[in-house]
T-cell receptor, first 119, second 114 residues
Framework: DTAVSQTPKYLVTQMGNDKSIKCEQN?????MYWYKQDSKKFLKIMFSYNNKELIINETVPNRFSPKSPDKAHLNLHINSLELGDSAVYFCASSQESWLAGGRAQNIQYFGAGTRLSVL | AQKVTQAQTEISVVEKEDVTLDCVYETRDTTYYLFWYKQPPSGELVFLIR??????QNEISGRYSWNFQKSTSSFNFTITASQVVDSAVYFCALRSSNTGKLIFGQGTTLQVKP
């Protein structure tokens, strides 16, 4: 069973279109993230949600809107796509709050990535 | 400011050689976590290790070992007897105890030739 799954794996679209990427985790984690990896492989965080609450919002254009319907899902919607949005987008999840009887792991597990190509 | 520097952009070795990937970090936090991730050619990001700032014990896992030195703000990763399957991009990352975000280094591309 895939722990963190993203769909679709590949997304090819025209400039100006609106698209969504979905992410689901079955690890029971309380926190989810979106990262962007550019063409030079540099990884940078975009957003983070903890129990459906937005806790990290880096300097990202407001064309990008995350949505977390529940703590197991974090979707990313992108409006008016631009050429510069072409990248690989990674979803991740981690357990941040203290677990009963144990310590929080704070380890982020990543999905396989979604390669977005804007033409 | 928090920063992670992986000065080696690309390393090429022949199979069975040992190789060390360098990672230097900057943070003002007293409590923080350091990570290594592997990104093979297939593209996924695979967690390798987490180390917290108050545990400077070195760690060995099979052919992999990690050397954490707070005095030099370094968290280096050594692969012993490298194999072709070790070919990947390796990322070092820093996480503050206050925020959940990972600050990644630029990555080191390791190529292991047969």
């Amino acid at each position: 069973d895939t722990a963190v799954s993203q769909t679709p794996k590949y997304l090819v679209t025209q400039m100006g279109n609106d698209k969504s990427i979905k992410c689901e985790q079955n690890l029971g984690h309380d926190t989810m993230y979106w990262y962007k990896q550019d063409s030079k492989k540099f990884l940078k965080i975009m957003f983070s949600y903890n129990n459906k609450e937005l806790i990290i919002n880096e300097t990202v254009p407001n064309r990008f809107s995350p949505k977390s319907p529940d703590k197991a899902h974090l979707n990313l919607h992108i409006n008016s796509l631009e050429l510069g949005d072409s990248a690989v987008y990674f979803c991740a999840s981690s357990q941040e709050s203290w677990l009963a009887g144990g310590r929080a792991q704070n380890i982020q597990y990543f999905g396989a990535g979604t390669r977005l190509s804007v033409l | 400011a928090q920063k992670v520097t992986q000065a080696q952009t690309e390393i090429s070795v022949v199979e069975k050689e040992d190789v060390t990937l360098d990672c230097v970090y900057e943070t003002r936090d007293t409590t923080y976590y350091l990570f290594w991730y592997k990104q093979p050619p297939s593209g996924e990001l695979v967690f390798l290790i987490r180390r917290n700032s108050f545990d400077e014990q070195n760690e060995i896992s099979g052919r992999y070992s990690w050397n954490f030195q707070k005095s030099t703000s370094s968290f280096n990763f050594t692969i012993t007897a490298s194999q072709v399957v070790d070919s990947a991009v390796y990322f070092c990352a820093l996480r503050s105890s206050n925020t959940g975000k990972l600050i990644f280094g630029q990555g080191t591309t390791l190529q292991v030739k047969p």
